[in-house]
């Protein structure tokens, strides 16, 4: 049986200098990622609103942050709205963050959906199952 230690590294490693630095850059709490935010101030009005609550260093983040942000290029009536947990200095899943303690957040990718008027329409694992709906219908 092979060793896959030398590549299972190398993913890692190019994932860390290629795909994490645009997944910090995408979340639109960028300049300040981990800390508390006012998340009215990051919908947009008359779409539907999926906020994707994420960190770098969780492995489910990253496999389906792609796919989220194709939903956003292939619907105009959806905006993905990426929200970094992590603080800058922090690394692995800050769970200590004040953003985390902010909406009580115990896992991660955690999805909030908000319909076009900015109300509140689907949380946690209801909100999952709705995004890979979503997902599945338009075959991304």
Request: with cysteine; aromatic share 8%.
């Amino acid at each position: 049986m092979k060793s896959t230690g030398p590549i299972w590294l190398i993913s890692i490693v190019l994932f860390m200098l290629l795909v994490a630095p645009m997944l910090a850059e995408s979340a639109a709490n960028a300049a300040k990622p981990g800390e508390e935010i006012d998340l009215k101030n990051y919908l947009r009005r008359g779409v539907t609103n999926i906020v994707d609550f994420y960190s770098e260093y969780c492995p489910p983040c990253r496999q389906i942050s792609p796919r989220l942000i194709k939903l956003d290029q292939k619907r105009n009536d959806i905006k993905v709205v990426k929200i970094d947990i992590n603080r800058k200095d922090v690394r692995g899943i800050d769970w200590g963050s004040p953003l985390v303690k902010q909406f009580q957040l115990q896992s991660i990718p955690h999805f909030k959906i908000y319909d076009e008027m900015g109300n509140l329409k689907a949380e946690g694992e209801e909100a999952y199952y709705e995004v890979m709906g979503l997902l599945k219908k338009e075959g991304i």
